[in-house]
């Protein structure tokens, strides 16, 4: 991401725009040393790549927002840099016909290792920012890791899908610095959004749906934020269903923030009904607490406020976040 580090991300259970083949944090930490609340320095898991050792306190540290204990040091999984990468980009005329692109995609189980989506407005942004000449249409973003035989026939594969659903053009992006150029105007995606709306703000969200229900629920909320006249932009981790709304609002305007707070409500609603989830990967802190009981009921936050007296009776790690004791 955009702000991230080796700390926060595993403390969130973040994940990044390779998660789609490699997996979230959750997938990717083997183990913590962390500071306990009584001050006890802890360690959890081994360079193993498996263990039945015990209860599982690495996954208990992963996504508890240091709530339970500080992290000090992470041991990560390591990949080796694949014998080829080749990226590709194609812009479609709907939000729908990208996205059916996509669940095809994993539907057909193509190894991809990256597909981003940008809407129109995402994509009119990084052009802007990052000098770009992109079609100002709803786009994907692939990237493709493995054999150059292997990397040659999965795009092959996904350049078929993609012209089924009315793609236009199938950009190839062969060589490293043109990958880097169009991933890193994807990085800076957040800061290009700002320049929507000189002196705003962004709301972001990060809802996470079943991938078969990524279109449905892309162009209910389009919609809505059309409908209320709200600067944003959609982004989104597609390959994992995962999707962040960008609402410019005016911090100074309340009636706007309220309008942006409304759609990101509805939108959460329709995610969870949808057997999805309030966060993706950026975590509940203060802001997610009303939506963590949605989503997970009271029995299971009793649940979580009977681990977090145990292991901080005094409540001196990060308090009062992720929900109330």
Request: hydrophobic share 40%; proline share 4%.
């Given at each position: ?189 957040y800061f290009a959004l700002l320049q929507l709306r000189p002196g705003c703000r ?124």
């Open positions: 991401g955009a702000d991230a580090s080796i700390g926060g991300m595993p403390a969130t259970r973040a994940s990044g725009t390779n998660a789609v083949r490699y997996g979230t944090m959750r997938e990717n930490v083997l183990g913590l040393t962390v500071v306990t609340a009584d001050g006890k320095i802890i360690k959890t898991g081994t360079r193993a790549k498996k263990s039945s050792a015990g209860y599982d306190l690495t996954r208990l540290f992963v996504g508890s927002e240091g709530t339970l204990g500080i992290i000090t040091e992470v041991t990560l999984k390591l990949y080796p840099q694949p014998e080829s990468i080749s990226a590709a980009v194609c812009s479609f005329n709907d939000i729908a016909s990208a996205v059916n692109t996509v669940i095809v995609t994993m539907q057909m189980g193509v190894p991809v290792a990256r597909v981003e989506f940008l809407d129109e407005n995402g994509v009119k942004a990084i052009n802007k920012h990052d000098k770009l000449s992109l079609p100002e249409k709803p786009l994907l973003l692939f990237e493709f890791h493995g054999s150059e035989h292997g990397v040659k026939e999965q795009a092959e594969v996904v350049q078929e899908i993609a012209h089924e659903h009315g793609a236009i053009g199938f950009e190839w992006a062969t060589r490293p610095e043109d990958r880097s150029r169009l991933w890193q105007a994807r990085h800076n995606a962004a709301i972001s969200t990060d809802c996470c749906v079943p991938i078969s229900h990524l279109a449905e629920i892309l162009l209910v909320t389009k919609a809505d934020c059309e409908q209320q006249q709200l600067t944003h932009s959609i982004i989104g981790h597609v390959g994992d269903g995962n999707f962040h709304v960008q609402m410019m609002v005016d911090p100074n305007d309340p009636e706007d923030i309220a309008r942006a707070e409304a759609v990101n409500a509805r939108m959460v609603e329709r995610a969870i009904a949808m057997d999805g989830t309030c966060t993706g990967e950026h975590g509940i802190g203060l802001h997610k607490m009303d939506f963590l009981r949605a989503e997970t009921g009271e029995g299971a936050v009793d649940m979580m406020r009977t681990i977090k007296r145990a292991l901080d009776p005094d409540n001196i790690m990060n308090p009062g976040k992720i929900f109330s004791l």
